[in-house]
């Protein structure tokens, strides 16, 4: 169960209520922070790439760019107007020029919009400051772009949104398109395991979330990893949960579930609760590492280079 004691929330039999964080002053914010950095830094991607001759029908390949790529000898059934009389005037040989055409990457960004991840204002900000950004990188790296998300209750039928103007509104009415006094509906690790089979064939995944579920990270991983061109998990969280100034008598609430639990916090309450946090987040870097997929962990406090880019240039996330 989430426990976190330090927001103010109501609770009322299973039902909880909590209050919107996201709001159009904080997408423009968010959007400017993102635009300032855009600029500086890219996305680890590989493009993709295949060999034609001189002659293939290019324009069906849309959001490809070609370059000569090499000469090869003319085998009996090419077409002969595809030899390069130059090359046959410099090497008294008979070539073919081929090609190589890159395809626009694709990348795939899954947004868990659970309560956990929004009702903090600085961890909401956080998570909008990296969705400008990383749609920013792809506008610029001009991949093909879908997000796809599920709402603080849990639904993920949602159609993909994209990028562009349209992007802030797009995000306030996918927030706030469900009532806030329902339970989520199932664990978040499973719903995210449920969208994976939304991923395209070779796509560069994202994942947004705060990881905060009991799901096995490799069952999760290993869902997002199957024929992708790379897996980044970015986990955003904050201090107020890693480490929770609690003391003395307290109800808990479980932000998504409504839960509570009333207990007596003591020192070793908040020791117990520090090892479990660390021993989670220390079995998700292993599972990442032992299955080549990115962890970035992104504090909500403090400026976003000292807490994203600094760190994700560091460890490979981003490049310079």
Same mark, same amino acid.
């Given at each position: 169960?989430? #426990? ?40 680890? &991607? ?11 029908? %290019? ?6 760019? #070609?370059?000569?790529?090499? %000469?090869?000898? %003319? +085998? ?23 090609? /190589? ?16 991840? &929004? *009702? ?31 709402? /603080?209750?849990?639904? /993920? ?13 797009? =995000? ?24 994976? $089979?939304? @991923? ?5 995944? $994202? ?13 999760? =991983? ?6 992708? !061109?790379?897996?980044?998990? $970015? ?11 609690? +003391? !003395? ?28 946090? @660390? ?5 998700? /870097?292993?599972? @990442? ?9 992104? @504090?909500?406090?403090?400026? *976003?280079?000292?807490? *994203? $880019? %600094? ?10």
């Amino acid at each position: 169960m989430r #426990l976190v004691a330090s927001f103010k929330k109501k609770f009322s039999g299973n039902q909880i209520t909590v209050a919107k964080t996201v709001t159009e002053d904080m997408l423009v914010l968010a959007q400017k922070t993102a635009q300032a950095f855009s600029s500086l830094v890219s996305l680890p &991607l590989t493009k993709k790439s295949s060999l034609l001759q001189v002659g293939d029908n %290019y324009s069906e390949r849309s959001g490809s760019s #070609l370059e000569f790529h090499d %000469y090869r000898e %003319y +085998s009996p059934g090419d077409d002969p107007s595809r030899i390069d009389w130059r090359a046959f005037a410099r090497t008294d040989r008979y070539l073919l020029k081929t090609f /190589q055409t890159e395809t626009s990457p694709r990348i795939d960004i899954f947004l868990d919009f659970s309560r956990s991840m &929004l *009702f903090h204002p600085g961890k909401a900000l956080r998570l909008m400051e990296l969705v400008f950004l990383l749609t920013e990188l792809a506008e610029n790296d001009s991949a093909s772009l879908k997000i796809h998300y599920f709402d /603080q209750i849990g639904n /993920q039928d949602k159609p993909p949104l994209s990028g562009g103007r349209d992007l802030p509104l797009a =995000i306030l009415q996918a927030i706030n398109s469900e009532p806030l006094t329902s339970p989520l509906s199932r664990d978040t690790g499973q719903i995210l395991q449920d969208m994976a $089979i939304k @991923c395209r064939a070779g796509s560069y995944r $994202i994942v947004i979330s705060d990881l905060l579920f009991l799901s096995d990270p490799q069952v999760l =991983i290993d869902s997002f990893q199957a024929g992708s !061109g790379g897996l980044l998990l $970015i986990a955003p969280y904050s201090k107020t949960e890693s480490n929770p100034d609690w +003391s !003395g008598q307290m109800k808990l609430i479980d932000c998504e579930s409504g839960r509570n639990r009333e207990i007596d916090v003591t020192a070793e309450v908040n020791q117990r609760y520090s090892d479990a946090w @660390c021993r989670h987040f220390a079995n998700w /870097q292993e599972t @990442c590492n032992s299955r080549r997929a990115i962890l970035q962990r992104v @504090c909500a406090e403090g400026n *976003f280079a000292d807490s *994203f $880019i %600094y760190p994700a240039v560091k460890s490979g996330c981003l490049l310079l």
